[in-house]
């Protein structure tokens, strides 16, 4: 069992930037593929940014070029580098395994607002 618990979150200007992360309790190395998802207000959680364990990186079309997703396996913590934020970025985000996540571990998640 792992226990993913996000961070970062928070109130921000369009334009601005956040640093969202998700600490592990315990090695993620094995989770070939780590992922950050949002689901905001009545719309389903959808899978925005995730890395292998070799760092190879996949961005939603809605994110790229803006989001930048990053791990580092020895601190069992995954990042997601967020600027040029949208009012449309809102949400609230998740990390958990990608392809596909595991449903027990998905965690409270950390709520991002941007305000126009």
């Known amino acids: 069992q792992v226990q993913l618990v996000e961070s970062g979150g928070g109130l921000v200007q369009a334009g601005g930037s956040l640093r969202l992360s998700c600490a592990a309790s315990r090695s993620i190395f094995s989770f070939n593929f780590m992922g950050w998802y949002r689901q905001a207000p009545g719309k389903q959680r959808e899978l925005v940014a995730s890395?292998?364990?070799?760092?190879?990186?996949n961005y939603a079309d809605s994110v790229k070029g803006r989001f930048t997703i990053s791990r580092d396996n020895e601190k069992n913590t995954v990042y997601l580098q967020m600027n040029s934020l949208k009012p449309e970025d809102t949400a609230v985000y998740y990390c958990?395994?990608?392809?596909?996540?595991?449903?027990?571990?998905w965690g409270q998640g950390t709520q991002v607002t941007v305000s126009s």
């Open positions: 958990n395994r990608a392809y596909p996540p595991i449903p027990q571990y």
């Open positions: 890395i292998s364990s070799s760092g190879s990186t």
